[in-house]
C-alpha cells in the first residue's frame, strides 16, 4: 500500500493518511461569513487525512481579499461549524488557518473605517481585486505602532478560541506567501526600529509572539505555522541568502521549543536545498511539504524521509475525491481557473467524482 495513503500517527496528529489538502483562497464566503456551499466543498474532500482551511482573517483589518471568511464574530463561528461538522464525519481532521493579509489588501474589501495595515507604510506593488471598483493599486498601509502590535496579537488569541469553538482540531498560522507575518520577516518590507525590526531576532519577533500566545491559548498540539522561505509573492524581494537560511533556522529552533503540531512549507524553487534540510534538523515535529507535487513525487518524498506529510492544492481543488483517483490509478480532472475566485457553485463544487 502506498504510504500516502497509509496512517500517520506523532505526538500531535493521529491522521488517517497521509494526505494533506493544501490551503486555497476560493472567495465563497458572500459577506465574510462561512456558508453551506463551503461546508459542501471541504465535505466533499473529507478524503484527507487533514483539510487545511482557506486563509482566514482573525480580525477585521485582515480581510484583505474579497469574499474571504473571518473567525471574529458569532456569525462566522456559527458558519464554520457546518464546515467542522461536514468534515468530522469521515475522520478527518480540519485545521483553521489564520491569515493576516497586512498590506495585501484593499480598503475597498474591508469593513467601513477599517483601514490596511501593516509592518511599515510601504505599499506592495501591484494590485488588488474588488467586487465594488475593481482592479486598484495596493495602498500605503498605515504602519503599526508598538502597541498596535500588540492588539494584533491579541487578535490573532480570539480568533484560535473562536476556531476550537468552532469546532476545528487547531489552527495553522500562515506566515508565508508575502503576508502580514511574513511582512515583519523580510527587512525590503520591515523597515522598523522598535523592537520588531533590524536585527533577525527583532524581525522574527513578531511571528514567535503570535506562535506562542496562540499556543499557550489553544495548546501547542493544535497549532501548526505555514512558511515559505525566500518567496518573493507579495512584493516581497529577495533579502540577502544567508541572512534568509539564518532567519528560517532561527524560527524553526523556536518553533521546536515551543512545541508547534507541525511546520508546512510552501516549497518554491528559490529555497536552496540546505535551508529545507537546516529546517528539518531544527525541528522534530511533524513537517508539511507542499507544491507542484504529484502522488508520485509525493511518495518519493515520503519515502526519502525529509517530509512527514504532503500537501496538494490544485489536485485537490479539482478532484474532490482525490484519493480515491489515486487507488485507483485514475486520471485527474484539470482545474477551471477561470472559476478560482468566483462566487457560486461553478467551479466549486460541481467536479465529477469516480464514484457517487
Not at 145 to 150: A, M, P
Amino acid at each position: 500500500m502506498k504510504k500516502l495513503l497509509m496512517p500517520y500517527n506523532s505526538q500531535s496528529l493521529n491522521l488517517k493518511n497521509h494526505l494533506v489538502m493544501a490551503p486555497m483562497t476560493r472567495s465563497r464566503a458572500i459577506g465574510n461569513i462561512p456558508n453551506a456551499l463551503m461546508a459542501e466543498y471541504y465535505g466533499q474532500r473529507k478524503g484527507a487525512g487533514l483539510i487545511i482551511t482557506e486563509g482566514t482573517a482573525p480580525a477585521p483589518e485582515a480581510l484583505g481579499y474579497a469574499r474571504i471568511p473571518g473567525i471574529f464574530s458569532p456569525e462566522q463561528i456559527e458558519g464554520w461549524k457546518l464546515t467542522t461538522t461536514a468534515v468530522h464525519q469521515n475522520g478527518t481532521k480540519i485545521f483553521l488557518q489564520l491569515m493576516h493579509t497586512g498590506r495585501i489588501g484593499h480598503q475597498a474589501n474591508l469593513p467601513a473605517g477599517v483601514q490596511v495595515v501593516g509592518a511599515s507604510a510601504i505599499a506592495a506593488a501591484g494590485q488588488m481585486h474588488t467586487d465594488t471598483a475593481g482592479m486598484q493599486d495596493y495602498p500605503v498601509p498605515v504602519a503599526l505602532s508598538t502597541e498596535g502590535v500588540q492588539d494584533v496579537i491579541s487578535g490573532y488569541v480570539t480568533a484560535a478560541k473562536n476556531a476550537i469553538a468552532a469546532g476545528f482540531d487547531g489552527v495553522e498560522l500562515h506566515a508565508a506567501n508575502g503576508y502580514l507575518i511574513e511582512q515583519f520577516l523580510n527587512p525590503n518590507v520591515n523597515d522598523r526600529t522598535d523592537i520588531y525590526g533590524g536585527t533577525i531576532e527583532n524581525r522574527s519577533r513578531f511571528a514567535l509572539e503570535v506562535v506562542q500566545r496562540v499556543a499557550d491559548a489553544i495548546g501547542k498540539e493544535k497549532v501548526g505555522v505555514r512558511i515559505s522561505p525566500n518567496s518573493t509573492l507579495g512584493d516581497l524581494q529577495a533579502y540577502d541568502a544567508d541572512a534568509t537560511e539564518e532567519t528560517y533556522i532561527h524560527l524553526s529552533r523556536e518553533f521546536n521549543r515551543i512545541g508547534l503540531a507541525y511546520i508546512h512549507i510552501s516549497i518554491n524553487p528559490q529555497v536552496p536545498a540546505q535551508t529545507l534540510t537546516a529546517i528539518r534538523t531544527e525541528f522534530v515535529g511533524t513537517i508539511i511539504y507542499c507544491n507542484t507535487f504529484t502522488a508520485e513525487k509525493a511518495e518519493a518524498e515520503l519515502n526519502k524521509g525529509d517530509a512527514d506529510l504532503i500537501a496538494f492544492g490544485r489536485a485537490f481543488l479539482a478532484n474532490p475525491d482525490l484519493e480515491q483517483r489515486i487507488i485507483n490509478g485514475a486520471e485527474l480532472n484539470a482545474p477551471d481557473f477561470t472559476t478560482l475566485y468566483t462566487p457560486g457553485a461553478k467551479g466549486y463544487t460541481d467536479y465529477p467524482v469516480l464514484f457517487n
